[in-house]
């Protein structure tokens, strides 16, 4: 059973906008921190955006500060990447994660989850 669902990812030309969608299964997201992460190719994993009520926190990558943002939907347990003006840069594969952390700083990947989506790919053409 999926308990963790990423979607909403596709092939978009430079200065459009797409939605990612976090969808949970089995538990309710206002229970944990839900945090995004895009990989590109040769590169690390980074933290895009997190949102945590438990801890009063949201979290933006400076180079998605007044593009990107984050929300929560309770009624369908989804929590929402909405990407605006989007660049090149952006392209990757984005993942969301769920666990039990603050989002005052960037999350990292090697925190210990208690879920991860299967990652939806972004592209973004110039």
């Known amino acids: 059973q999926v308990q963790l669902m990423d979607s909403g990812g596709g092939l978009v030309q430079s200065g459009g906008s797409l939605r990612l969608s976090c969808a949970a299964s089995g538990f309710t997201l206002d229970e944990r921190a839900i945090a995004w992460f895009r990989q590109a190719p040769g590169k690390e994993p980074e933290g895009v955006s997190c949102i945590s009520t438990t801890h009063d926190s949201i979290y933006y990558r400076d180079s998605v500060k007044g593009r990107f943002t984050i929300s929560r939907d309770d009624a369908k347990n989804t929590v929402y990447l909405q990407m605006n003006s989007l660049k090149p840069e952006d392209t990757a594969r984005y993942t969301c994660?769920?666990?039990?952390?603050?989002?005052?700083?960037?999350?990292?990947?090697?925190?210990?989850?208690?879920?991860w989506g299967k990652g939806t790919q972004v592209t973004v053409s110039s």
């Open positions: 994660a769920a666990g039990s952390f603050t989002c005052d700083v960037a999350p990292k990947y090697y925190y210990s989850m208690d879920y």
